[in-house]
């Protein structure tokens, strides 16, 4: 913290070829702390090893990524389905899924669960249906 305070004291403090000179300094000075000139062998050791685990976790998410632009891709899925909140709700609840989950079948997708979310749907919807015939108002699907 003594570092940012003086820097801050440096950079607004004095004129600006003075602040100049002490943002190259400072620059220089976290260069030099940060690239491991400065710092012991098991500080730099632990950089290298987050940014080795930053690269891997950065090439699990591009072939995620790919998985999930091959599946849009295949099925001929429009690409807005993304920016619906159900997409998002979907991903979040599959990362927060118990290990080894195992998406429906097609049987129980088609049944079951269609019903009970109509159900859900029906439930939602029944207190608006008793104002329907006041504001006469009608809903019509094609799908």
């Given amino acids: 913290m003594r570092l ?3 820097e801050a004291k440096h950079l607004f403090g004095s004129s600006r070829k003075d602040n100049m000179r002490s943002l190259d300094q400072t620059v220089f ?3 030099s702390q940060y690239s491991g000139l400065t710092q012991n062998a098991t500080r730099s050791n632990k950089r290298a090893k987050g940014n080795i685990t ?3 976790e950065a090439h699990g998410r591009e072939d995620v990524d790919a998985v999930t ?3 849009f891709y ?3 899925i429009p690409f807005n389905i993304v920016r ?3 997409f998002q709700e979907k991903i ?3 990362n927060n899924a118990p290990k080894g989950y195992v998406p ?3 049987e129980r997708l088609r049944t079951r669960l269609l019903d009970k979310q109509r159900s859900q749907i029906d439930h939602e919807l029944g207190a608006l249906r008793n104002e329907w015939p006041t504001y006469e108002i009608s809903i019509i699907s094609d799908g």
């Fill in 4 to 6: 940012e305070e003086s």
């Fill in 29 to 31: 000075t976290s260069l």
């Fill in 54 to 56: 930053h690269m891997f």
């Fill in 69 to 71: 632009a091959r599946y």
């Fill in 74 to 76: 295949a099925h001929g």
């Fill in 84 to 86: 619906g909140p159900q």
């Fill in 92 to 94: 979040y609840a599959i």
């Fill in 104 to 106: 429906p079948k097609y």
